[in-house]
């Protein structure tokens, strides 16, 4: 008996000293360390100390996973088991060729495999297919860090992004690379991903908040105090039990070698520091010729160089004197592409009219394709022959040429020659929301679960513009021509020509009643001054457009905002509802869009929610605040100064317009002073 109890006693006491499993790890560079790593495709490590996940072939694939599954759920007695929390700090570089950018990028990859035998390169990151892409059962959750323009995007320029994804490629949330700068007010400073330098990068998950913080920092900078993304992933539902933890690699047309350099991952706790100081340098662009081949080229060279020089003096000189270069002002050197003239003349088969997509105020939007690549663009083609024309133009590359969000028309460049200015930016292949609610192909309504993603689309949007840039964009033209939609029936609001820009916690000092009757926000007309909230006013023009299918401003003296506020106090808002939907809506849903209309375009400015306010309540996350009284609304005034804009339009200041996309529709434009 007393060896049984023994027995017992020793077993008791092993399982009490047994050592848990180490849920952290770290490298500081890779040396020794192929038996803890997987390393698949293009991905090898270098006797150096690094980690390459690719080289620059074209159309690679490299993949490299910690060998040992870790933990990623944890009981819990009342649901399903909740994603685990963790960290991960890793330092990685990405070295192009000289002749030209790179492509496509890494990412941090949480997966329950390490291989990935249907992956596809380019745009999937070597993670997913064509096939596979978006499917819930990947259970893969990335981060990517990726060199060219997003997922789905015509054009492969000016990319340079970070995005958090889960089973697919269309991003969660994404901005473009930068990095908080200690002691500078905040302010963010753009980090160039394809430089070759060393970049640190921390991803950091919640599994109590369900929240995802990535950050990214040179090698040269402690870790910023603020990340750049924080965002609300909730990846229970996600994670399995054991899942692998690495990244993955992939190239294309354009190429990139894919380094790591160092790598720390902890379960419940933060990642282990790495010694930057012990970590492998990544190497720099070599020349592909040999010393030999070189020398024989540096040789030919120098025996004509000085006759080259000459003829090349000569010939500036000549040129000089025939055809005066052109100055460029300050708004061109900052624009992201300038095409050539052209390219852009061949692209749309000479400006046919054939090709004309929309007619606006200051000229017309071609379809065209790019003779160099094949994409498809539009190519707005304004007159240069008044000063307005001129603004808008430099008003549009200077707005939208640098802002990057997913609701947001996508510049990618612009031209110009002589008279000609010409601004070309991604095709949207479904046209304006105004087209597809008035006038639809083939009799197709748009559904309601369509409309509101649209309207939540255009919201996100406008939150951008207000506040999540790095300065505060007043639009000034909100309205559903100006909405266009994409292959995925997403919202992209578009046509910053009327855009104006000032710093945030300043006072805009932009000038002049800009905009389209039925938009126009009251106050707007009394002072002349644009805020954020005129712009909230024009969104809730736009809220009740889409739930009633009429437009803001109708015939007979019509106005929407007065016929849905009469409704709504008779108790009969539902009343209100284009019948085109018939009952194939969400009550509560139709009910707060309504509502929120109404709250929007309220009279009295600081009744009007802010935008940010606006997608809270769109997606559930606030109620929508009770109005008692409505009195302070007077809609009767709002009539009042909509019939004096029209009597004082009738006779100078009405502009015929048609979409800025596809389909032909007419409008009435305020323009008196920007």
Excluded at 577 to 605: A, I, N, Q, T
Excluded at 658 to 666: F, M, Q, T, V
Aim: net charge neutral; proline share 5%; glycine share 8%.
């Amino acid at each position: 008996m007393a060896a049984v109890i023994s027995f017992v006693f020793l077993l008791f006491s092993s399982l009490i000293s047994a050592k848990p499993q180490n849920l952290n790890f770290v490298f500081n560079g890779f040396n020794g360390s192929e038996a803890n790593l997987t390393t698949k495709g293009a991905s090898i490590i270098k006797n150096s100390g690094l980690l390459r996940l690719t080289n620059r072939s074209h159309y690679v694939i490299g993949h490299s996973f910690y060998s040992k599954p870790m933990p990623m759920t944890k009981p819990n007695s009342f649901s399903s088991p909740n994603a685990t929390s963790f960290s991960t700090h890793f330092v990685f570089a990405i070295v192009t060729s000289s002749s030209g950018p790179g492509g496509y990028g890494l990412a941090f990859t949480i997966s329950p495999k390490t291989q990935f035998p249907e992956a596809e390169p380019e745009h999937y990151l070597g993670l997913f297919s064509s096939k596979n892409d978006g499917n819930l059962t990947n259970h893969i959750f990335a981060v990517e860090f990726d060199t060219v323009n997003g997922y789905n995007e015509n054009s492969d320029t000016n990319g340079n992004h970070v995005g958090i994804n889960i089973n697919g490629m269309s991003s969660e949330a994404t901005e473009p690379a930068a990095y908080i700068e200690e002691g500078s007010g905040a302010n963010k400073e753009d980090l160039f991903l394809e430089s070759g330098d060393p970049v640190q990068a921390w991803i950091d998950y919640d599994g109590k908040k369900s929240v995802v913080n990535v950050t990214i920092a040179p090698i040269s900078r402690k870790r910023p105090s603020k990340p750049l993304m924080s965002r609300y992933v909730n990846l229970t539902g996600v994670f399995l039990e054991k899942m692998y933890v690495g990244f993955s690699s992939s190239t294309g047309k354009k190429s990139s070698s894919h380094y790591i350099l160092g790598w720390s991952f902890a379960i419940d706790e933060p990642a282990p520091p790495l010694n930057l100081s012990k970590l492998p340098n990544p190497p720099k662009e070599k020349s592909s010729g040999s010393f030999k081949l070189g020398t024989k080229v540096l040789i030919a060279t120098l025996s004509s160089v000085i006759l080259t020089l000459l003829a090349t003096l000569f010939f500036l000189t000549l040129y000089k004197r025939i055809v005066p270069f052109e100055r460029l002002e300050d708004w061109e050197l900052d624009c992201p592409h300038r095409f050539r003239y052209k390219d852009l003349f061949i692209a749309t088969k000479g400006f046919r009219d054939s090709e004309v997509i929309g007619v606006g105020g200051f000229g017309a939007v071609y379809k065209g394709i790019l003779p160099a690549t094949g994409g498809e663009v539009a190519v707005k083609k304004i007159t240069r022959n008044c000063k307005e024309g001129m603004r808008e133009f430099a008003a549009e590359i200077e707005s939208l040429g640098r802002l990057r969000h997913k609701n947001l028309v996508n510049l990618q460049g612009w031209c110009k020659k002589k008279n000609n200015l010409l601004i070309v930016y991604d095709y949207i292949p479904y046209g304006s929301l105004d087209s597809l609610i008035f006038h639809p192909k083939d009799d197709v309504v748009l559904g309601w679960e369509q409309r509101l993603n649209i309207l939540k689309g255009v919201a996100s949007g406008l939150l951008y513009l207000h506040e999540e840039w790095e300065q505060v964009v007043i639009h000034r033209d909100v309205k559903s021509s100006n909405v266009l939609i994409d292959a995925d029936m997403n919202a992209r609001l578009g046509d910053f020509g009327l855009a104006r820009l000032h710093d945030h916690g300043q006072l805009s000092h932009t000038t002049g009643v800009v905009g389209t009757i039925g938009y126009i926000a009251p106050e707007l007309a009394r002072i002349g001054k644009a805020s954020t909230s005129t712009d909230v006013f024009a969104y809730g023009a736009l809220l009740l457009e889409v739930a009633t299918g009429k437009r803001p401003i109708g015939p007979g003296h019509f106005v929407l905002v007065d016929w849905v506020m009469e409704c709504y106090k008779l108790g009969r808002v539902l009343n209100v509802v284009d019948p085109r939907l018939g009952s194939d809506f969400v009550l509560m849903e139709m009910e707060l869009v309504l509502k929120l209309g109404l709250l929007c375009s309220h009279y009295r400015p600081e009744a009007r929610p802010s935008m940010r306010q606006v997608t809270r309540y769109l997606n559930g996350d606030e109620e929508l605040p009770e109005i008692e009284n409505w009195g302070v609304f007077d809609s009767a005034r709002v009539s009042e100064l909509n019939s004096r804009f029209l009597k004082g339009l009738s006779n100078n200041h009405i502009t015929s317009y048609r979409s800025s996309s596809l389909g032909a529709i007419s409008y009435t434009s305020f323009d008196a002073g920007r």
